[in-house]
């Protein structure tokens, strides 16, 4: 389950989330248009095929935290998942400091097929019935519960057929609204459709995939005995990491283009099958990751992500659990860097792909938690500084006395806070 809830940073420059927060508190949102309206500014991105629940506080309505997860397919499991997301909501707030007075509900889901959006919602009634009920079993109303398809939102909770006709209204057209419009100005950019964001993250598909699997074989045979042979692990961390260096600078020499999947095929035609195959497998040593890792602000972190983002598309067929690494370190320099919904997202695409791979597991929690990034950006600084000494004495440990000689690679031996298989 991929909970998201609303981050509370003190970091100097107020994230994503903060600044939707403080724009909700300029708006009063009093309908059930605005609330559909509102969606996208609250999570920075237009969520799909997501049920979203968003805390309201006192008597103003002050949003607070939110939490968004897929919508189970089988009607079997919505009892369950009411329960679960109600518990994670209401309990989640408490631990912050207050109890919400009220939930608003969002269903989000296209149709399938020949469905009509209206069929949809439908469709979808007795999964909003068992959100209000889990929610007022713990003494929370649902206020408004809403369900948007297909260009239009109905709500469950409305019966005036004059402002909620049974055929649905239609949405704002984006960038129309007063939302919209205040949202521009505040700075708040939309990062497109869930499913865009996932998709720039997904394991590649098509007549390719199979060379990259191959590209990827070949190099799990090469790399991964080294890599369990603790005398040459330290030399394969290094060229893993040099190699990391190297692609970031070719990066950094070609600007990435702006919006559509050409972006992300500009991206990948900079990265040789052997050369992203090779740091796939060597981002699977923790110790190479959590070096990794560090690249997480000032200049960089952009060519990072880019790196990170293209390693996870490259995780094809059998080599699918082994994105959960560039997966994880893409949601660390998002979150790092402010873009908290991006980070949510890459977050639990890691999980999904290891459910058990700890640093994913860790940074989730703590971005759905609101904690301030900065500690572990504190962390990663220090280590980085104490390293330096470290690798020149074995630099001058190892070169021939009278002649120059080549620097051997140095054992980074550290657990960074949050780091795990």
Known sequence: MTNNHEAHSPSDRPSLTQRASALATQITLRSPAELADALPYMLGFHPTDSLVMVAVHGGSGRFGGRLRVGIPTAPGEWE???????????????????????????????????????????????LAQRIRLACGALDVPVLEALCLSAGRYWSYVCPDARCCPAEGSPLAAVGTSVMAATATFAGLRLRGSLKDIEGRLAPLCGPGAEELEQALDRAAAALVPKILDGASRQEVGAETIALARTLMRRLTLAPPIEGGPRAEDWDDSLLAHDEAASLIIGLQDREVRDIAAEWMEGEEAAPA???????????VGAYHEHAAAPLTLAGWVSWSTGDEPTARIALGMALRADAEYRFAQLLHHACNEGIDPEGLRQCLRAERRSREPRRKRRAASTRPSGRRGRTAPGRVSRRTAGSGS
Do not use: F, H, N
Not at 92 to 115: F, H, N, Q, T, W
Not at 305 to 313: G, K, P, S, V, Y
């Open 305 to 315: 992500l880019r790196l990170w983002r293209a390693l996870a598309r490259r995780c």
């Open 80 to 126: 369950d998942t009411a329960r679960q997301v109600a518990e994670c909501l209401i309990r989640g707030s408490e631990r912050r400091g207050a109890k919400p007075d009220g939930i608003v509900l969002y269903l989000c889901l296209e149709p399938d097929g020949e469905e009509s959006g209206q069929r949809v919602m439908t469709r979808l009634r007795p």
